[in-house]
């Protein structure tokens, strides 16, 4: 996907190469102030000064570029249900291997979702978050399992701050005393913290978008919004995750496996032709295919010309 882009914006860059300097009027360049540096790893694109052309190349970027988090991921657990308010789904953690290819090293297992199933999260509302986020952070009664992620053993002046007022709400606290609202004692709320691992669903930590929604041990009912797993098998999730894969959690409704992976049906892309069964979709051509459209239409603008009928 990342050579295709490549090899597209080169095209486009020749033509913006080509046809930028007959576009603009004489002795009216302006410098443009650099932008702030992206966070992903791929180089930026540089502006042609073709306002059309820009655009098209930012699409192009956006849609086949991929950010270096994405990229990163090699870890990924997918929990799918057939209907938003479904309260149970389906839970299968998947590892990509040095060939690039995703394969389930996790259940298939049940997994319990919030009492209103899944969709927007909201504080006081018992939903799931629909969704693909980061794990961060994991937690427990009881001591590490061996996981590789940052782990507190929690007790009883272990807090997550649900409190929409507070100034350190969606975060573990250390206190004597709740920080208010509805915070949670993570020793108290009992066995079903056991082992966990935080959902990074509302890292900017935007009061009312929902907090302390955790992968947990499950007590064979529907949750308040996290996802709850078989105890032995949450203790396996934390001692296989590992930070430095990045490891991700995707949750939706008929939720498909990563990429590549065989285990997962493959959904057909909507509005395109069926493709030849002897030569396998290329990944991205679809975007591709859309941009380069775009491309064509794009052209006779940039040279003044119009198509002949």
């Not at 782990?151 to 969606?170: A, E, G, L």
């Not at 709320?189 to 041990?217: C, E, W």
């Not at 396996?236 to 590549?260: C, E, F, M, T, Y």
Request: one cysteine or more.
């Amino acid at each position: 996907m990342r050579l295709l882009g490549l090899l597209a914006i080169a095209v486009l860059a020749a033509v913006a190469g080509g046809a930028g300097p007959a576009l603009a009027a004489p002795g009216t360049t302006t410098p443009t102030s650099p932008s702030t540096p992206p966070k992903s790893s791929a180089p930026a694109i540089p502006e042609t000064g073709i306002p059309l052309l820009d655009t098209l190349l930012n699409s192009l970027a956006g849609n086949l570029g991929g950010s270096s988090a994405e990229a990163d991921t090699r870890q990924m657990i997918v929990v799918t249900a057939p209907k938003a308010n479904d309260t149970s789904a389906t839970l299968t953690g998947f590892e990509r291997g040095a060939d690039g290819s995703w394969k389930p090293v996790i259940g298939p297992t049940k997994a319990f979702l919030g009492s209103l199933g899944m969709g927007e999260p909201k504080d006081n509302v018992y939903r799931t978050p629909e969704g693909t986020f980061g794990l961060d952070q994991a937690f427990g009664r009881l001591a590490n399992p061996g996981t590789k992620m940052p782990y507190k053993k929690v007790d009883r002046q272990d807090w997550w701050d649900s409190n929409m007022k507070s100034p350190t709400y969606n975060t573990m606290v250390r206190q004597a005393k709740s920080p208010g609202g509805d915070s949670e004692n993570l020793y108290d709320s009992g066995p079903v913290y056991d082992y966990a691992v935080n959902i990074a669903h509302n890292p900017q930590r935007t009061p009312g978008k929902a907090s302390a929604m955790f992968l947990h041990v499950t007590n064979n009912q529907p949750t308040q919004g996290c996802v709850a797993i078989d105890k032995e098998l949450m203790r396996k999730v934390l001692v296989w995750l590992d930070p430095a894969k990045h490891p991700k959690i995707s949750i939706g409704v008929n939720q498909a496996g990563p990429p590549a992976s065989s285990a997962a049906p493959q959904s057909s892309a909507p509005n395109s032709a069926t493709p030849n069964a002897d030569s396998p979709a290329m990944p991205g051509a679809d975007e591709l295919t859309q941009l380069l459209g775009q491309l064509t239409s794009l052209v006779p603008s940039l040279f003044g010309t119009t198509t002949g009928s």
